[in-house]
């Protein structure tokens, strides 16, 4: 089976290297439904080559035409693993999740001063 990276799957900072390993080497491999082309065969493989990384490919015949490849997104963890979607930003930016959580009533000062 020959892989072929086109230039779209590096723009997020992936190299063909690591996403030749994720094709290689899957944790998780399945069929996705392709928004533009519905007879396409697109394939989403999962892999660890020191990070997770999600990378997007078309089958065609024997070969892989891999289009897209990024840092596995916590939407897709959550789908693939069960793993609860956090917000990037809470995992990021501690201040701003708590502003968030207040917002919603969620921190336990926030509702003692209601009181």
Same mark, same amino acid.
């Given at each position: 089976?020959? +892989?072929?990276?086109?230039?779209?799957?590096?723009?997020?900072?992936?190299? !063909? /290297?690591?996403?030749?390993?994720?094709?290689?080497? @899957?944790?998780?491999?399945?069929?996705?439904?392709?928004?533009?082309? @519905?007879?396409?065969?697109?394939?989403?493989? +999962?892999?660890? @080559?020191?990070?997770?990384?999600?990378?997007?490919? /078309?089958?065609?015949?024997?070969?892989?035409?891999?289009?897209?490849?990024?840092?596995?997104?916590?939407?897709?963890?959550?789908?693939?693993?069960?793993?609860?979607?956090?917000?990037?930003?809470?995992?990021?930016?501690? !201040?701003?999740?708590?502003?968030?959580?207040?917002?919603?009533? /969620?921190?336990?000062?926030?509702?003692?001063?209601?009181?």
């Amino acid at each position: 089976m020959a +892989i072929t990276v086109i230039g779209s799957a590096l723009w997020h900072g992936i190299t !063909a /290297e690591e996403v030749r390993g994720v094709v290689e080497y @899957p944790l998780v491999r399945y069929r996705v439904e392709s928004r533009r082309f @519905p007879e396409a065969e697109v394939y989403r493989f +999962i892999g660890d @080559p020191g990070v997770l990384i999600e990378v997007l490919a /078309e089958e065609t015949g024997d070969d892989l035409v891999v289009f897209h490849a990024m840092v596995l997104t916590s939407s897709v963890a959550a789908e693939v693993f069960g793993i609860p979607q956090v917000s990037m930003c809470s995992m990021t930016c501690p !201040a701003l999740a708590r502003t968030s959580a207040q917002a919603k009533g /969620e921190d336990d000062g926030a509702q003692r001063r209601r009181i």
